[in-house]
């Protein structure tokens, strides 16, 4: 009698005080929510957690639960309070002849991420899941969860229980890196390291996050050398193409330590594009942006530059085309590594990033305008800001090439996204020299046209004779560049503005991974426009295509939610969701599907109406 | 350019058949129905085949018997000539596992239309088939070719209220199929409880 007294009121004070939901008891489970804190501020992020207690010897699962079951789910019911997916602890493997099952036994929570603001905290959903033993059960219930709002926030021992659980998901890593290879029946996943002693390791599995892949239940043959772990793993039976990549959970063991998991993925294309290949590629990628319209006007300097070059000496050419090539090369070098560096201290930066401050653009726009108005002869500069002009002094024009060197390869970078978007996004993952090398050839692909024009003059001598036509072909140029100052004016307007003012433009939807996911969980298919002010290539498609009332209308039509992750100015977290495409640069064009385990779809840089309507086939 | 490298590699890797592949020869298979009747694959040609695996205390195969979603697309396709047998391939002492009379018994309860409930003891032809869980769905074409094995449909929860707003792949293979069509979704993973070996 006493004793439950005192339960009683134990249970009613942990009840007052601690931010939980009711504790629901169902079939071989107890089910609640938790939260880190006891109460919050009126504006704050923090965690909750979603905490089931398995009785001994059933389980449930994890997001990809092996052959059979399936991963639990919660539902939230209206409300205004942002909160993510969850974060998945990593699983156990349980066998259960001839299956297997990804999941966890005793106890799991899963950690969700809460971003709040407001004057009270409610939260209620449906929490829906499937224990196992051999037998399965279905199980739900209602959660409500009320933490309350004051001055200070006072965080709850909950918060260890809801760290370590935190803990258990799977790190993030760029360390390890994972090739695949297969033929029909296996996997080979090879991973390798250059900070961790992978051969140390006595366990290693892998969890795939697809579960089509793999036959679950069969074995992962190990084998280590190195710093490498090789697995393999035998393929689904009713897998009936070969995967392009592979990602998943890389678990690994060793005795008296506790487990330790990865994130891992692979892209077929990483194993497959070796070093060789990856630069010819850059070269390539190089030579086509002199095509690009925003190295054009870049180009019309160029032009003037070697016309007025047919009266120079076959060296000095030469000597010119080198300290343009030398100016190319030199602002590539700096641009990547500056790049590398600001990446290996955390920012989350793309290429094409000096775009997006708007110090860079203004300078970028008074120097432009200063070569049309030095195009238009309002006055003369000649070789000291962009080698043109016809007076250039024989021994100086050298500084005018370099720099015109880099001008272009300043205003160029941003639309190298369309040829070498994957490439660069690739180049980025590889080691430091390796991926400066592959933008060094990059500049060189830019550059080597004029390099091999300054060594054939006889080329350029078949140019026109300079005379007065060259002062009207010089009025001419100004055009471009009073065009590029009117682009830069306009992304300047769009990066200066309040991001109130560009999230909400029609029918698009601002970026947000919390949306993302609650609309990909309710199964809405999302499209998602990778874009920026400054890019060319987005403004182009989202004029000709996307913003069409055609296209419009078929997006309504099938139900599609129009997202748009605006690039123009620096936002880690589009950085990161770029990242997850292997991209670091826009466009890019996602298109989510209404199930939301299938891979979604990827469309192609430059749209069409009917590579758009082609696409929305296949909701 | 990177896709090219990708699609040389997988033109490069043959492809070697395994047990229930789709585009390829079904397993035949030897079994006794519930009146002790033996049933082969080859009793069916020329006809569409569907194989359905069951298990009467899994929840997910009680959620698409209880609101009778199983039972209507069996009567609708038996009505059209096609196929349709019941595999159960739990084993003794295990949950699921049929005598003649049990499965008579249900079979009655629950209105079951089937053209036949096969007992897979030995659990031979489950795993020629490489079954994984109740329910798990193949089609199989008059020429004997499987065209299509995965879930009942694309909505993996035990709810029965999630029905109508799920696509039912068989539905939409068999519908296909009789058209004279090809499969669109061919194969999709099967959901459910693990089938009791």
């Given at each position: 009698m006493k004793l439950s007294v005192i339960v009683l009121i134990l249970f009613c004070t942990m009840n007052l005080f601690a931010a939980e939901s009711e504790m629901q008891r169902r079939d071989h489970v107890i089910v609640s929510l938790i939260a880190d804190h006891d109460q919050i501020s009126s504006n704050q992020d923090f965690k909750v957690g979603l905490k089931f207690i398995i009785e001994k010897g059933w389980h449930i699962y994890w997001k990809n639960p092996g052959d059979?079951?399936?991963?639990?789910?919660?539902?939230?019911?209206?409300?205004?309070?942002?909160?993510?997916?969850?974060?998945?602890?990593?699983?156990?493997?349980?066998?259960?002849?001839?299956?297997?099952?990804?999941?966890?036994?005793?106890?799991?929570?899963?950690?969700?991420?809460?971003?709040?603001?407001?004057?009270?905290?409610?939260?209620?959903?449906?929490?829906?899941?499937?224990?196992?033993?051999?037998?399965?059960?279905?199980?739900?219930?209602?959660?409500?969860?009320?933490?309350?709002?004051?001055?200070?926030?006072?965080?709850?021992?909950?918060?260890?229980?809801?760290?370590?659980?935190?803990?258990?998901?799977?790190?993030?890593?760029?360390?390890?890196k994972l090739s695949l290879d297969q033929d029909a029946s296996t996997f080979k996943l090879k991973f390798s390291s250059e900070d961790m002693d992978l051969k140390s390791f006595e366990k290693a599995y892998f969890f795939p996050n697809d579960g089509t892949y793999i036959a679950h239940a069969a074995p992962q043959e190990m084998s280590t050398d190195k710093n490498h772990i090789e697995l393999t793993i035998k393929k689904s039976d009713s897998l009936t193409e070969n995967p392009e990549f592979?990602?998943?959970?890389?678990?690994?063991?060793?005795?008296?330590?506790?487990?330790?998991?990865?994130?891992?993925?692979?892209?077929?294309?990483?194993?497959?594009?070796?070093?060789?290949?990856?630069?010819?590629?850059?070269?390539?990628?190089?030579?086509?942006?002199?095509?690009?319209?925003?190295?054009?006007?870049?180009?019309?300097?160029?032009?003037?530059?070697?016309?007025?070059?047919?009266?120079?000496?076959?060296?000095?050419?030469?000597?010119?085309?080198?300290?343009?090539?030398?100016?190319?090369?030199?602002?590539?070098?700096?641009?990547?590594?500056?790049?590398?560096?600001l990446r290996s201290l955390g920012q989350s930066l793309g290429w094409g990033?000096?775009?997006?401050?708007?110090?860079?653009?203004?300078?970028?726009?008074?120097?432009?305008?200063?070569?049309?108005?030095?195009?238009?002869?309002?006055?003369?500069?000649?070789?000291?800001?962009?080698?043109?002009?016809?007076?250039?002094?024989?021994?100086?024009?050298?500084?005018?090439?370099?720099?015109?060197?880099?001008?272009?390869?300043?205003?160029?970078?941003?639309?190298?996204?369309?040829?070498?978007?994957?490439?660069?996004g690739f180049a980025i993952t590889l080691p430091p020299i390796q991926s400066v090398f592959i933008f060094l050839m990059l500049g060189f692909g830019m550059a080597v046209p004029y390099l091999i024009l300054s060594y054939f003059p006889s080329w350029i001598r078949k140019l026109p004779k300079p005379g007065p036509w060259m002062i009207t072909f010089k009025k001419i140029l100004a055009i471009p560049m009073l065009l590029t100052v009117v682009w830069l004016g306009w992304v300047l307007s769009l990066q200066l503005q309040s991001p109130e003012n560009i999230k909400n433009e029609g029918a698009w939807i601002s970026y947000s991974e919390t949306e993302l996911q609650k609309l990909r969980d309710e199964g809405a298919p999302v499209f998602v426009d990778f874009t920026a002010a400054w890019c060319i290539t987005c403004q182009v498609n989202k004029k000709v295509v996307l913003n069409t009332d055609k296209i419009q209308l078929a997006f309504k039509e099938a139900g599609v939610v129009l997202m748009k992750a605006d690039w123009t100015n620096q936002d880690p977290v589009i950085t990161k969701a770029l990242a997850a495409f292997d991209r670091n640069s826009v466009p890019l064009y996602i298109l989510y599907t209404k199930n939301k385990d299938d891979k979604p779809l990827v469309l192609p840089e430059i749209l069409t109406d009917d590579i758009v309507l082609n696409s929305l086939k296949k909701l | 350019m990177i896709k090219l490298s990708a699609l040389l590699l997988s033109l490069f890797m043959a492809t070697v058949s395994f047990a229930a592949k789709v585009g390829e020869k079904a397993p035949d298979f030897k079994v006794s129905d519930?009146?002790?009747?033996?049933?082969?694959?080859?009793?069916?040609?020329?006809?569409?085949?569907?194989?359905?695996?069951?298990?009467?205390?899994?929840?997910?195969?009680?959620?698409?018997?209880?609101?009778?979603?199983?039972?209507?697309?069996?009567?609708?396709?038996?009505?059209?000539?096609?196929?349709?047998?019941?595999?159960?391939?739990?084993?003794?002492?295990?949950?699921?596992?049929?005598?003649?009379?049990?499965?008579?018994?249900?079979?009655?309860?629950?209105?079951?239309?089937?053209?036949?409930?096969?007992?897979?003891?030995?659990?031979?032809?489950?795993?020629?088939?490489?079954?994984?869980?109740?329910?798990?769905?193949?089609?199989?074409?008059?020429?004997?070719?499987?065209?299509?094995?995965?879930?009942?449909?694309?909505?993996?929860?035990?709810?029965?209220?999630?029905?109508?707003?799920?696509?039912?792949?068989?539905?939409?293979?068999?519908?296909?199929?009789?058209?004279?069509?090809?499969?669109?979704?061919s194969t999709s993973k099967p959901y459910g409880c693990g089938v009791k070996f």
């Open positions: 059979s079951g399936t991963a639990p789910k919660i539902k939230w019911e209206q409300s205004k309070v942002q909160i993510s997916s969850f974060s998945w602890p990593t699983p156990h493997i349980f066998h259960i002849e001839p299956l297997a099952n990804y999941g966890y036994e005793k106890e799991v929570i899963f950690p969700m991420e809460v971003k709040f603001s407001g004057n009270n905290f409610q939260l209620a959903g449906e929490a829906s899941w499937l224990v196992c033993k051999i037998e399965c059960i279905p199980g739900k219930a209602q959660l409500k969860l009320t933490i309350p709002v004051g001055e200070e926030e006072i965080s709850f021992s909950d918060s260890k229980e809801i760290e370590k659980y935190l803990s258990l998901k799977a790190i993030a890593t760029n360390d390890i592979i990602d998943g959970v890389l678990a690994l063991e060793k005795k008296g330590e506790p487990r330790l998991s990865f994130e891992v993925s692979s892209e077929a294309k990483g194993a497959g594009l070796s070093l060789w290949m990856a630069l010819a590629f850059a070269f390539l990628g190089g030579l086509i942006l002199n095509l690009m319209p925003c190295v054009f006007p870049v180009i019309s300097i160029k032009i003037l530059g070697f016309v007025d070059s047919s009266q120079k000496t076959n060296t000095e050419i030469s000597n010119h085309g080198w300290a343009y090539t030398a100016g190319v090369l030199l602002s590539f070098l700096i641009l990547s590594g500056a790049l590398l560096i990033f000096q775009l997006q401050s708007p110090y860079f653009v203004i300078f970028m726009m008074v120097l432009f305008f200063l070569i049309a108005l030095n195009l238009w002869g309002v006055f003369e500069i000649g070789e000291n800001l962009a080698g043109v002009g016809n007076k250039v002094s024989r021994q100086k024009g050298y500084g005018g090439s370099f720099f015109t060197g880099i001008l272009a390869t300043l205003v160029a970078t941003p639309c190298t996204a369309p040829f070498m978007g994957s490439a660069l | 519930m009146n002790g009747k033996t049933v082969q694959l080859a009793d069916f040609k020329g006809k569409f085949v569907v194989l359905e695996w069951m298990n009467e205390g899994c929840p997910f195969v009680k959620k698409h018997y209880e609101s009778n979603n199983m039972q209507k697309l069996q009567k609708e396709y038996t009505g059209k000539n096609v196929a349709w047998l019941t595999v159960a391939s739990s084993q003794k002492g295990k949950q699921g596992h049929w005598t003649p009379e049990q499965a008579q018994t249900k079979a009655k309860e629950w209105n079951m239309a089937p053209t036949a409930i096969l007992l897979d003891e030995g659990a031979k032809m489950g795993k020629a088939y490489g079954a994984k869980v109740t329910p798990h769905m193949f089609v199989i074409n008059p020429e004997g070719v499987l065209v299509y094995n995965g879930a009942i449909d694309d909505n993996d929860s035990s709810d029965a209220a999630d029905i109508p707003k799920s696509t039912n792949y068989v539905d939409l293979a068999l519908k296909e199929s009789l058209a004279g069509k090809p499969v669109k979704v």
